[in-house]
């Protein structure tokens, strides 16, 4: 169940992140293009674009931005189109080949993104995202010195890059270095209070390591601030579950992983969790009911497409 949520993870934050660093330094439209697309205000930043293009329609920058949007809108296909066009203009770009590698992310083939991070950072060493997504990928494969080793590239080249903190705590947490991993969860934390834009990752990552750990009260402030930022993430309320049921609140725990499944109905241990916790209740036939469930959503998750 653990290697599920690192994948998880690393592809919401394929989805979720974005790539943000500015094509062009000083060029204030570029500026509020990667910003929009770092709002989610896609169709805004597309129109922005097209009509650059209009001007000067062989511009690969323009075009690579393009693709930046295509792949928020989860257009894949154009996306890897558009990065051709780019690099038969201008050659290969490190930003392009991030992206390549994104699609590949996302499109569940981990086995090509590799190269394609690989490329980018050798095309550009100081590309903090190619770093980034690179050491993603490399925790996901329990890599985790070299994923640390990725991680404080992109923290060196981009020292604002909170993620990237994040992912330092996320592989010591594996490599069971509790103290060295709640040190960096608390600097992503702290970090992203004082940098603008805020995400639920750092907060939820450091709450469900101190669960794990048996330390509920002190993880409770540090999910209730991921559960306002982001209500709707079914793992913050998986995690809330966790924390009542370690807390004796096994009603509670049952509310919210109905609230777990509501928001991802294919999260297979919300149901073992919940027919443990009617074990304890003493309620046999329900908990025979979660039980199946999970035997069934299981099946259904790992059936061959």
Not at 95 to 104: F, I, S
Not at 156 to 170: F, K, M, Q, S, T
Not at 195 to 201: A, F, K, P, S
Request: glycine share 4%; aromatic share 8%.
């Amino acid at each position: 169940m653990r290697r599920s949520r690192i994948h998880l993870h690393f592809s919401m934050a394929v989805l979720l992140f974005g790539l943000l660093s500015p094509l062009f330094a000083g060029d204030d439209w570029v500026t509020q293009i990667e910003t929009l697309i770092q709002n989610k205000e896609l169709a805004t930043a597309e129109r922005m674009i097209i009509g650059k293009l209009v001007a000067t329609p062989r511009d690969p920058g323009l075009i690579t931005l393009l693709a930046e949007v295509r792949f928020d809108q989860r257009r894949y296909k154009e996306v890897l189109k558009l990065l051709e066009d780019a690099a038969a203009i201008a050659g290969p770009s490190a930003k392009g080949e991030t992206l390549r590698g994104l699609v590949a992310v996302a499109q569940n083939r981990l086995d090509l993104a590799e190269p394609k991070f690989r490329k980018a950072i050798g095309l550009d060493p100081k590309y903090a995202f190619a770093h980034y997504y690179l050491s993603r990928l490399l925790y996901t494969q329990n890599h985790f010195n070299e994923a640390i080793q990725e991680s404080n590239a992109a923290i060196a080249a981009e020292p604002g890059l909170v993620r990237a903190y994040e992912n330092l705590g996320l592989c010591y947490e594996a490599q069971q270095r509790i103290d060295e991993a709640e040190k960096w969860y608390l600097e992503a934390i702290r970090r992203e209070k004082t940098g603008g834009r805020q995400t639920e990752w750092p907060s939820l990552d450091m709450a469900a390591m101190l669960i794990r750990n048996d330390r509920t009260e002190e993880a409770k402030p540090h999910l209730l601030d991921a559960l306002r930022l982001n209500p709707n993430n079914p793992e913050s309320h998986f995690q809330m579950a966790s924390l009542l049921e370690k807390s004796g609140d096994l009603q509670g725990a049952l509310q919210e992983l109905q609230k777990t499944l509501s928001l991802d109905p294919s999260k297979a241990e919300v149901h073992y969790r919940a027919a443990r916790i009617f074990q304890r209740l003493g309620k046999k036939e329900e908990a025979s009911q979660e039980f199946d469930q999970f035997k069934k959503t299981s099946e259904s998750k790992h059936k061959p497409n």
